[in-house]
């Protein structure tokens, strides 16, 4: 299993990135994918989740409305749009599969339940 994540960089207070992330070694249709991430000096923070099917998406409420979740399972490929970005949005941005274990919509903010994550891409943003 690997996950590589892309598409960081720096930018100003209000731009967008798009992240993306290629899985391997596993069908992503059969997992939840998630995006999370971990400012500096903090803990890691869940961000966002899709369901198997693509057809179910949550954001942790500090995102809503400017970050959108998707996938392409053709390409193997996650991604977060990420709009109107803010300095507290800065940190290292993980993709990460949960694991075959965990089930149920109402644990799957706990990054515990995730068994495999990308090496990162940074993002920083500037105000």
């Known amino acids: 299993v690997q996950l590589v994540e892309s598409g960081g960089g720096m930018v100003q207070s209000g731009g967008s990135l798009r992240l993306s992330c290629v899985a391997s070694?596993?069908?992503?249709?059969?997992?939840?994918m998630a995006w999370v991430r971990q400012g500096p000096g903090k803990g890691p923070e869940w961000v966002s989740a899709?369901?198997?099917?693509?057809?179910?998406?949550l954001y942790a409420e500090s995102v809503e409305g400017r970050f959108t979740i998707s996938k392409d399972d053709a390409k193997d490929t996650l991604y977060l749009q990420m709009n109107d970005l803010r300095p507290e949005d800065t940190a290292l941005y993980y993709c990460?599969?949960?694991?075959?274990?965990?089930?149920?919509?109402?644990?799957?903010?706990?990054?515990?339940?995730?068994?495999?994550w990308g090496q990162g891409t940074q993002v920083t943003v500037s105000s």
């Open positions: 070694g596993f069908t992503l249709s059969h997992y939840d």
């Open positions: 899709i369901s198997p099917s693509g057809g179910a998406t």
């Open positions: 990460a599969r949960r694991a075959a274990w965990a089930a149920g919509v109402e644990t799957i903010r706990r990054v515990y339940e995730y068994d495999f």
